[in-house]
């Protein structure tokens, strides 16, 4: 059948998906690249107490 399509897809649907993947890929990575960032505020406080230790 001359119309019909092949099993393979054509050279440039696959650059064009390897080019947006790619590229997807190095903007996660830029992204995630920056330095981290330190807080001057120390280790947080808890936030509840086990309470059996004052009932005695």
Do not use: F, K, Q, W
């Amino acid at each position: 059948m001359p119309g019909r399509p092949s099993a393979r897809p054509s050279a440039p649907y696959v650059r064009a998906v390897a080019a947006a993947v790619l590229t997807v890929t190095a903007l996660i990575t830029a992204a995630n690249a920056g330095p981290a960032r330190a807080t001057d505020a120390g280790p947080a406080s808890p936030t509840s107490r086990h309470e059996t230790a004052e009932r005695r």
